[in-house]
């Protein structure tokens, strides 16, 4: 439709319009990064590695035999060896290099830098590259596998350091900028939002990690997540990925987390953690029915180590802990780094959900060991049928027993039919050790057992699978 106005050109009422639509729209609720790029981006660097591995070893472009087939002739031995470019008997061994590219920031003026401790693991040599190009030789002061968390040094002064922020006010919806060398491209910036914070992953117990939207890629593990004043919130650690690409799932390590490694690794080049000796698994419904728990929350403890300060204090498995030391405990993987940031030789309290009431139990907490510490029935003969779970139970073997370290009782599932057992998660190979907390100590005092427990409701049910051990809520029909 036409604009007819008296004086003024259509043509022009368009434009005012446009200008009028356009410039605030583009303006409103959006954050203006280029401050935070321009007063940090020169304290991002590249990190790049190499690693000396011999052919023949693991990760060896020469993959395959040594040798040929057996009584092959030496001649023909000779030219398999060079083919494969394997070094012949009296020759030097040929030797490549494995390289790996991520990002660091500097954290002090003298040239303390922090990255992921996957970017330098094993690594022969480190070279920083700063903003002006210049490249340096770096030290690994120390790194710590179970945060991810890696301390540098390179021999310089005067170098710009970023602001460390406080990552425990970091809220959802919070706007974050990364700045990184994916795939090698140095100083990328991307920005999001804060998508969920202190989420567990499978390979960070001790790590609440910060999980965002922002685009990271390989390259970037070890950049710094910014808020929007310009601080490190975290370290760019992890992607969720299919295809080994970005797909909108990032995760940071927060940096109040990294600051405590890094100054550990500062001082005694390793970190030290508290422990508990136990083994939790997450709430769900009918687990907290089976508990008589009006809600799930809190962890349950599956496996108590005999030598661990749990058992000394007496926690006990289908023990519910719904606070550490006054924390309470929405989830099970809030207990983890608590108790990891908690000083060995420190007493706390913990509150314990046992027999539909509440306890206080004081555990004094120990040190975990880490890796370098030397690291953290007939068969025939009692094979029973299970004909309310419709499983199959056998009495364990001694040599099972070693294998699994169950020293006595429990029962081996040979065979899972669709039933109870199924529905409740119950597979072939686990090992049931209790039900409804009554100890199980053969397939045949698992049939007497069955006859008496209660139907329609969730019995809780331990099993162990392969070195955990868990909760199944197990209801049995009428």
Known sequence: ???????????????????????????????????????????????????????????????????????????????????????????????????????????????????????????????VKLSDNSEKPAKLIGLDKASDVALLKIDASGLPAVKLGDSSGVEV??????????????????????????????DGNYVPFIQTDVAVNPG????????????????????????????????????????????????????????????????????????????????????????????????????????????????????PPLVGDTAPGTTVTLKVWRDKATRNIPVTVARLKSPDDDKLADSAASDTAAGVLNIQVVALTPEQREESGVESGGVLVVRVADGPAARAGLSRGDIILSLGNRAVDSPEQLAALLKKLPRDQPLPMLVQRDEARLFLPLKIGG
């Open 1 to 127: 439709m036409p604009i007819v106005q008296s004086g003024v050109p259509a043509r022009l009422l368009l434009l005012l319009l446009a200008m009028f639509l356009h410039v605030p729209l583009a303006r409103a609720g959006l954050p203006d990064f280029k401050p935070v790029i321009q007063r940090n981006q020169a304290s991002v660097v590249n990190i790049s590695t190499t690693q000396e591995l011999q052919a023949g070893s693991r990760g060896s472009p020469y993959p395959g035999p040594r040798s040929g087939p057996p009584g092959m002739p030496p001649e023909l031995e000779e030219f398999f060896r060079r083919f494969r470019g394997m070094p012949m008997p009296g020759q030097p061994k040929r030797h490549r290099e494995a390289r790996s590219l991520g990002s660091g920031f500097i954290i002090s003026a003298d040239g303390q830098i922090l990255t992921n401790a996957h970017v330098v693991e094993d690594a022969d040599s480190i070279i």
């Open 220 to 335: 970037n593990s070890g950049g710094p997540l910014f808020n929007l004043r310009g601080e490190v919130i975290g370290i760019n650690s992890q992607i969720y990925s299919r295809s080994g690409g970005y797909m909108g799932l990032s995760f940071a390590i927060p940096v109040n987390v990294a600051s405590k490694v890094a100054r550990q690794l500062a001082a005694n080049g390793k970190v030290e953690r508290g422990w508990l000796g136990i083994g939790i698994q997450a709430m769900n419904g009918e687990l907290a029915q089976s508990f008589g728990l009006e809600k799930p929350l809190g962890a349950l403890v599956g496996q108590v180590d005999k030598d661990g300060p749990a058992s000394r204090a007496g926690l006990k498995p289908g023990d519910v802990i719904l606070e550490f030391n006054g924390q309470p405990l929405a989830q099970h993987a809030e207990l």
């Open 173 to 202: 919806g919070d706007w974050v900028l990364a700045i990184g060398s994916p795939f090698g491209l140095e100083h990328s910036v991307t920005q999001g939002i804060v998508s969920a914070i202190g989420r567990s992953l499978p």
